[in-house]
């Protein structure tokens, strides 16, 4: 008898997609820097389109992990409590309608997550924190915008610094790290961190960087763009390899191989 068992599929992350308008028709669209990260890490990127809340779960039930991606829009500020601060930047609140209630529902399921930039704001609002919706008009915060005329390469090139909490998620899975260097191309910032999260990395102003959410092997929100050339980067490696271990894991544990 052949004992020979095929290897199993890749865990498969879901990468919800944003909304835009090109030309007169919508579409959903997914930055290809964000599904080349999930195959780096050794997971199968599904992108979605929005979704009704009742087909949440069920879309859930196929994943092993998520994938919350940056994005040009921003959280409405309604989803915080707050008014629109500056009309002239884009909005999707299409997305904000079903990711909002994706994430409470991942976290419960203790499924891996990777949010990033806007994904890590989603989160935060999602879970009941607020955000500055225009952190270099808050005193004793840096501007932590990248100049929109600076070529690709320039505006996710290293910007600052953070600081790494010792004992964390972040620092644990860089070796005990201390610092690392990052890019910065947001507007936003948390404001008020949502109750639970744990803080994984602060810039030199005091702005989080970065946060865990639970006790789950691996549920991290960060406010860079670790995806950016990520294959030529360690730090974002090191990331993306613990998040598709976890995704791994997770694959395992809920869905062992039939016999």
Same mark, same amino acid.
């Given at each position: 008898?052949?004992s020979?068992?095929?290897?199993?599929r890749?865990?498969?992350?879901l990468?919800?997609?944003?909304?835009?308008?090109?030309?007169q028709?919508?579409?959903?669209?997914a930055?290809?820097?964000?599904v080349? &990260?999930?195959?780096?890490? #050794?997971?199968?990127?599904? +992108?979605v389109?929005?979704?009704?809340?009742?087909?949440?779960? /069920? *879309?859930l039930?196929?994943?092993?992990g998520?994938?919350?991606?940056?994005?040009?829009?921003?959280?409405?500020?309604?989803?915080?409590?707050?008014?629109?601060?500056?009309?002239?930047?884009?909005?999707?609140?299409?997305?904000?309608?079903?990711?909002?209630?994706?994430?409470?529902?991942l976290?419960?399921?203790?499924?891996?997550?990777?949010?990033?930039?806007r994904?890590?704001?989603?989160?935060?609002?999602?879970?009941?924190?607020?955000?500055?919706?225009?952190?270099?008009?808050?005193?004793?915060?840096?501007?932590?915008?990248?100049?929109?005329?600076?070529? &690709?390469?320039v505006?996710? #090139?290293?910007?600052?610094? +953070?600081?790494?909490?010792?004992?964390?998620?972040?620092?644990? /899975? *860089?070796?005990?790290?201390?610092?690392?260097?990052?890019?910065?191309?947001?507007?936003?910032g948390?404001?008020?961190?949502?109750?639970?999260?744990?803080?994984?990395a602060?810039?030199?102003?005091?702005?989080v960087?970065?946060?865990?959410?639970?006790?789950?092997?691996?549920?991290?929100?960060?406010?860079w763009?670790?995806?950016?050339?990520?294959?030529?980067n360690?730090?974002?490696?090191?990331?993306?390899?613990?998040?598709?271990?976890?995704?791994?894991?997770?694959?395992?544990?809920h869905?062992?191989?039939?016999?």
């Open positions: 008898m052949n020979f068992l095929p290897s199993r890749p865990p498969v992350v990468v919800p997609a944003c909304n835009r308008m090109l030309g028709h919508p579409f959903h669209v930055g290809q820097k964000y080349d &990260a999930v195959r780096l890490a #050794g997971a199968l990127p599904l +992108v389109p929005s979704v009704s809340p009742d087909e949440i779960d /069920t *879309l039930d196929l994943a092993d998520v994938l919350l991606t940056g994005s040009p829009s921003n959280v409405h500020p309604s989803r915080f409590g707050e008014a629109v601060h500056d009309p002239s930047l884009p909005l999707d609140p299409v997305r904000d309608d079903w990711t909002l209630a994706l994430i409470p529902r976290v419960e399921r203790g499924m891996p997550l990777l949010a990033i930039c994904g890590f704001q989603e989160v935060n609002v999602a879970l009941g924190g607020s955000l500055h919706q225009a952190v270099q008009e808050v005193p004793g915060l840096a501007d932590h915008r990248a100049r929109g005329e600076d070529p &690709a390469e505006q996710y #090139g290293p910007a600052h610094p +953070v600081h790494l909490v010792p004992g964390g998620l972040i620092a644990a /899975t *860089l070796g005990g790290a201390d610092d690392i260097t990052v890019n910065s191309v947001h507007g936003q948390v404001n008020r961190l949502a109750a639970g999260l744990r803080v994984e602060r810039a030199p102003d005091g702005l960087e970065a946060f865990s959410i639970g006790p789950a092997a691996f549920q991290l929100a960060v406010q763009h670790p995806e950016w050339q990520a294959a030529a360690p730090v974002s490696m090191a990331l993306l390899r613990a998040f598709g271990a976890a995704c791994q894991d997770y694959r395992d544990l869905r062992p191989p039939s016999r």
